[in-house]
């Protein structure tokens, strides 16, 4: 059964930096490109980054361009985003996403994890 | 960026109604889209991808057509387990990922 477990949300002011982590388990990591997908609370989805099997594709939403960092580590079965000066729109849960293939472009979202809150307020 | 717009926003139906939820895309995607659920609190789960292919373990009830820039999601008997939101979601190779707004689909 795949399995995508988030951490590393909580409680940030403005202007400060917050790393989550994703662990992965039930598929081969390293075979599948993987993404970080935002919710606001009540709101609608919003795509943030993207990273490839190999970590050589990898993309970011405009919104976060600049800002937040996405990356793995295969041998660990790990997915990261080090999100940097945060605002208070940055203000979401996180999910951690398995495409359905190794690329980073023209896939879908076949697993999801359960999803990190972050929330950015003084 | 491609933008991508659903209707309605709300949807109010009973058990054994058909329910056809739209989607499109501000330009084509021929049928690079996806439909996903979520429910209250859940993350979303996959339904359909390359606008009909129904994902594994997926109910037959649901189904998915169109291609280019018009898509519909059809419940075809709804389900006591089938009151949700509903997102539509476009893939295509050369732009950023985009979602509909979302529907909501509520017990009349």
């Known amino acids: 059964e795949v399995q995508l477990v988030e951490s590393g949300g909580g409680l940030v002011q403005p202007g400060r930096s917050l790393r989550l982590s994703c662990a992965a388990s039930?598929?081969?990591?390293?075979?599948?490109?993987t993404h970080w997908v935002r919710q606001a609370p009540g709101k609608g989805l919003e795509w943030v980054a993207v990273i490839s099997w190999n970590s050589a594709g990898i993309g970011y939403a405009d919104s976060v361009k600049g800002r937040f960092t996405i990356s793995r580590d295969n041998a660990k079965n790990s997915l990261y985003l080090q999100m940097n000066s945060l605002r208070p729109e940055d203000t979401a849960f996180y999910y951690c996403v398995k495409d359905n293939q190794r690329l980073a472009q023209g896939g879908y979202f076949q697993h999801w994890g359960q999803g990190t809150l972050v929330t950015v307020s003084s | 960026d491609i933008q991508m717009t659903q209707s309605p926003s709300t949807l109010s139906a009973s058990v054994g109604d058909r329910v056809t939820i739209t989607c499109r895309a501000s330009?084509?995607?021929?049928?690079?889209l996806a439909w996903y659920q979520q429910k209250p609190g859940k993350a979303p789960k996959l339904l359909i991808y390359?606008?009909?292919s129904l994902e594994s373990g997926v109910p037959s009830r649901f189904s998915g057509s169109g291609s280019g820039t018009h898509f519909t999601l059809t419940i075809s008997s709804l389900q006591p387990d089938d009151f949700a939101t509903y997102y539509c979601q476009q893939y295509n190779t050369y732009s950023p990922w985009t979602f509909g707004q979302g529907t909501k689909v509520e017990i009349k």
């Open positions: 330009q084509s995607i021929s049928s690079w």
């Open positions: 039930g598929f081969t990591f390293d075979e599948y490109a």
């Open positions: 390359k606008a009909s």
